[in-house]
């Protein structure tokens, strides 16, 4: 029969360890309460050597690898391990199967750390915290908070649903993206070559008949020079754009003025500061409804919303609870951001001439509005916060869903007039002098 160690609470808060026999982990957990224990972590006792050699043969196993673990491969695996503890498996049993599946990779060397850990006497949430490259902080506590709680089944679908939910948004965003982008790729390509190529011939037969050019026309040969002599600038200025972004956010300032640029900037500003909350209000609520502490729930959501401005909303809320405050009160109170210098400086480089006069009308917009402060009220005051927080998270969900599917039909003809406009323009210019020739022409013959 098995020996379980394992840690546990009396009534009175004082901590215990001990070791119990028992055929199962289910039993031994039963016979603990039964004891009138709460237990905090259990595992079977195992001899180093045992666990020593059982590291060296699960590692056979594992392969070399660069990156991450998408965030795609990470759902699959807490649905399908959800299933699998539905249907009644031993959690060891799930883990072995699911790495049986898994191609060569971090996940599968991550699920083969976690089943080494467990055959050597860790929980779950222990031997998942060896790799935080694939399960962060809100998953290691959620599995934590469902440990302890003895309802690991449930909180695996919770945590399941969480992250479809969190991936579907995800991919709502960046689908809504693909086509602008697209469009002003390929519209860039077309007046790239138009300006290296199709001009500079027009420019010879314009110099050979000596004819005089119009100032529209001048402009665009003059643009079109500058673009064959600068040819390189095309790529390299989106390439410094993107270097100078990366060295402004190494700096914490830095890094809160180009979060602030994007939620205050005109159109897709709003969609950010949407998205940010629909993100940061389902994990609080996901965690609450798991068990997780308020003030590491909050902890855990701070480092998991992705922006600064978010950040130090979170922080400040926790701070503010640690002094005996409602959720409510600092949430509205810290929503206000102030004038931030770096914000300012992103403004004038990407809008130029109005970016600055931009920033200042909207410095001062709270990015937490009263309907989420409300509705977190409402359930501090009826004991429903997680409730309403998943309410709040649905709401901006569907307004995310609204806007995208909105600034993807306005992006349309925007693009497609500013491309016609371009080559509208080109073609005016070009034909001004040709029109002149023929007629100098006509008119000589």
Known sequence: MPTFQFEAMDASGQEIKDVIEAPTEAEATATIKQMGYYVTKIGVKKGKAKKAAGAAAKK???????????????????????????????????????????????????????????????????????????????????IKAGEAGGALEVILRRLAEFQERSLALKRRVQGALIYPIFVVLFAVAILAFIMIFIVPKFEEIFREFDATLPPVTQMLMDFSRGVVEYWYAIP???????????????????????????????????????????????????????????????????????????????????????????????????????????????????IPVVGVVIYLMRANKRVIDDLVVNMVDVGEETGELDTMLYKVADNFDEEVKVLTEGLTKLMEPLLIIFLGGAVGFIVIALFMPLVGLIEKLSSSA
Do not use: H
């Open 60 to 142: 056979k196993g594992k392969t070399f690898v660069i990156g991450g673990v998408p965030q795609k491969v990470i759902t699959g695996f807490t649905r399908q391990l959800s299933i699998l503890q539905d249907a009644g498996l031993p959690i060891l049993r799930s883990l072995k199967i699911l790495e049986g599946q898994c191609k060569p990779g971090r996940m599968k060397n991550a699920l083969i750390d976690t089943c080494d850990e467990i055959e050597g006497g860790s929980t779950l949430s222990e031997a998942m915290n060896k790799s935080p490259k694939v399960f962060d902080r809100l998953y290691v506590n959620m």
């Open 236 to 350: 390299l200025v989106p390439i410094s754009l993107w270097l100078f972004i990366k060295l402004m956010r190494k700096f914490p300032a830095g890094r809160e003025g180009w979060d602030i640029f994007l939620l205050k900037m005109p159109i897709f500003g709003s969609l950010v500061e949407k998205n940010a909350l629909a993100r940061s209000t389902r994990t609080l609520g996901t965690l609450i409804s798991s068990g997780v502490p308020i003030l590491e729930a909050l902890n855990i959501t701070r480092e998991t919303t992705g922006n600064a401005v978010f950040e130090n909303i979170y922080q400040k809320i926790s701070e503010s609870i640690r002094e005996g405050e409602p959720i409510a009160k600092p949430m509205k109170q810290y929503s206000k951001t102030s004038f931030q210098p770096f914000a300012a400086v992103f403004f004038f480089v990407f």
